[in-house]
């Protein structure tokens, strides 16, 4: 089982940029599409982008689709989340995932993946 780890979070203020990454350890997870997901205080966790497993195809949720973009590293076993123009709403836990297969309409779904990392805080200040 791959086990997933987050970083790059922390507290920025509103407008400025932050790149978040997760390394996977325990097996490459190359073969697999990978998800972000965010969970703001006293909301349930929703989808935010997602990447095909060999990069060729992204989605994104339409409330970040102008200012997230995903990325991954197969070699280095590396997903990023890169977020511009940060916005005090977008302060929430970020997760990454690693779906049930190499890409899909599951990948907007939680039940689309079957390992998630334990979460980075990014917290916006305005």
């Known amino acids: 089982q791959v086990q997933l780890e987050e970083s790059g979070g922390g507290v920025v203020q509103a407008g400025s940029s932050l790149r978040l990454s997760c390394v996977a350890s325990?097996?490459?997870?190359?073969?697999?599409?990978m998800g972000w997901f965010r969970q703001a205080p006293g909301k349930d966790r929703e989808y935010v982008a997602a990447i095909s497993w060999n990069g060729d195809s992204t989605d994104y949720a339409d409330s970040v689709k102008d200012r997230f973009k995903i990325s991954r590293d197969n070699g280095k076993n590396r997903l990023y989340l890169r977020i511009d123009s940060l916005k005090p709403e977008d302060t929430a836990v970020y997760y990454c995932?690693?779906?049930?297969?190499?890409?899909?309409?599951?990948?907007?779904?939680?039940?689309?993946?079957?390992?998630w990392g334990q979460g980075t805080q990014v917290t916006v200040s305005s």
């Open positions: 325990g097996r490459t997870f190359s073969g697999r599409a």
């Open positions: 995932a690693e779906s049930r297969g190499p890409w899909g309409p599951y990948v907007e779904r939680e039940s689309g993946y079957e390992n």
